[in-house]
């Protein structure tokens, strides 16, 4: 059982990590990181609403019928979501302002759907937590990562700043580059990993609220 | 001429999918085959001018004269939700043909941030009806031009010798890095 | 039964749901526009220095502060202007002393230039130009040379528009301010 529960939490980091082996949640990953503190904050508010959101979905997993089941993972996620939001306006003023948009967005962020429908609908309270903590840090962790890249190149602390790197189009350069990466890393290890279709998403696939 | 440059900013200048990211799954997902793009862009094109009306007035007759400004994210997501849902029953039963051409791509688009980007952008902007409808509109077209932009450099790529490594989404990535500083040259076209 | 059972669930999810927002709401909504209130006071006190107090005024569609110290009156006034920038639109607030001699300050509040160019607009080196700025004829820009005349800035190089664009909001804030007040 302890080693299940390692299993479970050590997956989002690495081989299932939802960013670099997933591809979910692209919105935010190339949005919110243009600085260290606006990757981390952004991932740890989608970890708040995913550990919540979780839970309460597996607690409820007996009393929801399943044809109305993503409407009620889309009202649950989206109140834990209003309440992220509502803490950082009220503590954290700066970031709220820097996220923008972004925070509400956490709404339709396919990781947290696509955890509700394929893991904490399906298991008890305590691996559902896990699950949540090790997919929201494996998230939390590529945020902070794309956001210290951009910003180290492109603050100018390493010499001549790269303005590109701050820009858009740096957001999506430096994720195609780290996925490239982790494809040839993956390659020398295991076997040969096709890119997963971002489309295949749980969320998606039920295409919302039945 | 507010109107016009509404239109132009979000459908160009600060294009949706390039400048704000909203809508990044579909783009990365459905950009491989031109008359896909197409179909997408023009079926999620229709649910945002359908959204951001009804969201304006969820917005403007319920939520801010009873002051419920923290129900905001949740009913605007089961507007949108609901709002696919009737389409897509409308078409089938109204217009098969077109359901037949754009009805696989409906459900995807209730996940498509893009749609909750723009009811949330436009309350936040404070736009007013008009606006708000035009702001939809404009958020689409830059959606599915962006979106077809992609799918013929991609057609073209599929002919190319990619590294293994970066087959798949690290090249439509990076390829889309490059649009994104080809579209920054549109930059200056709202100044006053 | 079914049905009862899915729809007894889902009202009973959003009530609940809604239930416990409105209770958070009501803890935060105070700290939030104690919030509001502290970025207003920072901004019109950094405008128009020496402020102890001021007046809030909206007018149409502009919204000024009129500022007072607690010895000899009316300081001034400061004034939210808002317009189009090279990408997005560009929020600032200007300061005018009570005569209408000159700008008291500038503060750029929010916008979206390109970082490392356009961005410029928000550091401190450009914004100090528009400190006893000269308040009338309007504000002109100079490309590369240093000002010469009182109402004069020098636009950031490389970021012609952005600088342009942040003279022409504060000139047409103006002349409305001037209209209505």
């Not at chain 1, 989002?12 to 981390?40: H, K, Y």
């Not at chain 2, 409308?90 to 941030?113: D, V």
């Not at chain 3, 020098?154 to 528009?161: E, K, L, S």
């Amino acid at each position: 059982m302890k080693k299940g529960l390692m299993f479970e939490l050590l997956k989002g980091l690495w081989d299932e990590s939802p960013t670099f082996r997933q591809l979910l949640g692209m919105c935010p990953t190339l949005a919110v990181t243009t600085s260290i503190i606006n990757g981390f904050s952004m991932g740890v508010a989608t970890l708040f609403v995913l550990l919540c959101s979780s839970v309460i979905v597996s607690l409820l997993r007996s009393a929801i019928p399943k044809e109305i089941r993503i409407a009620a993972y889309v009202v649950i996620i989206a109140a834990f979501v209003t309440v992220a939001d509502l803490f950082l306006k009220a503590n954290f003023a700066d970031i709220s302002k820097a996220l923008g948009p972004f925070v509400p967005l956490i709404v339709v962020n396919c990781i947290i759907l696509g955890r509700a429908e394929a893991f904490a609908s399906k298991h008890g309270v305590i691996p559902s937590f896990v699950d949540a903590l090790g997919m929201g840090l494996g998230f939390t962790l590529a945020l902070t990562l794309i956001g210290s890249i951009r910003e180290l190149l492109g603050s100018g602390m390493l010499g001549q700043p790269w303005v590109i790197m701050i820009l858009p189009s740096g957001a999506f350069i430096t994720l195609g580059l780290l996925i490239a990466l982790m494809n040839v890393i993956k390659d020398k290890t295991k076997a040969k990993l096709a890119p997963a279709c971002p489309l295949a998403c749980p969320g998606c696939e039920q295409g919302g609220v039945n | 001429m507010d109107l016009v440059l509404i239109f132009i900013s979000a459908a160009i200048v600060n294009n949706f999918v390039l400048s704000y990211f909203l809508g990044i799954c579909p783009f990365l997902g459905v950009s491989n085959k031109l008359d896909k793009a197409l179909s997408m862009g023009a079926a999620t094109t229709f649910v945002m001018v359908l959204a951001a009306a009804v969201t304006w007035l969820i917005n403007n007759l319920i939520l801010i004269p009873y002051n419920l400004p923290f129900l905001q994210y949740v009913s605007f997501i089961i507007v949108i939700a609901s709002l696919v849902q009737f389409v897509e029953m409308f078409m089938r039963k109204f217009t098969p043909p077109l359901y037949r051409s754009l009805g696989i791509f409906l459900p995807l688009i209730t996940t498509n941030c893009a749609i909750l980007g723009l009811a949330l952008l436009s309350a936040l902007r404070n736009y007013n009806f008009g606006q708000s409808v035009v702001f939809g509109l404009a958020a689409g077209v830059g959606f599915t031009l962006a979106l077809c932009i992609m799918a013929g450099i991609r057609e073209e790529l599929d002919l190319a010798p990619i590294p293994e490594p970066f087959k798949g989404a690290p090249i439509t990535l990076i390829v889309a890095g490059l649009l994104a500083l080809a579209f920054m040259g549109f930059a200056g076209l709202i100044s006053g | 039964m079914k049905i009862l059972k899915m729809i007894v669930v889902l009202t009973l999810i959003g009530l609940i749901s809604g239930g416990v927002l409105a209770y958070v709401y009501q803890w935060a909504e105070l700290k939030i526009a104690a919030n509001q209130v502290r970025e207003t006071d920072a901004a019109v006190f950094k405008v128009v220095p020496g402020t102890k107090s001021y007046k809030t005024i909206a007018k149409d569609d502009l919204t000024y502060f009129e500022c007072f110290d607690d010895v000899d009156g009316k300081l001034g006034t400061a004034i939210l202007c808002q317009g189009n920038g090279y990408q997005g639109v560009i929020k600032l607030i200007v300061g005018v002393n009570a005569d209408f001699s000159k700008f008291t300050g500038m503060s750029v509040l929010e916008q979206l230039e390109t970082p490392g160019l356009g961005a410029k607009i928000s550091e401190a080196v450009f914004q100090a130009q528009f400190n006893n700025l000269a308040a009338r004829p309007p504000i002109e820009y100079v490309k590369g040379i240093s000002p010469s005349k009182p109402n004069e800035i020098q636009a950031i190089t490389g970021a012609t528009i952005s600088s342009r664009s942040v003279v022409n909001i504060i000139n047409k804030t103006i002349e409305e301010w001037l209209r209505v007040k």
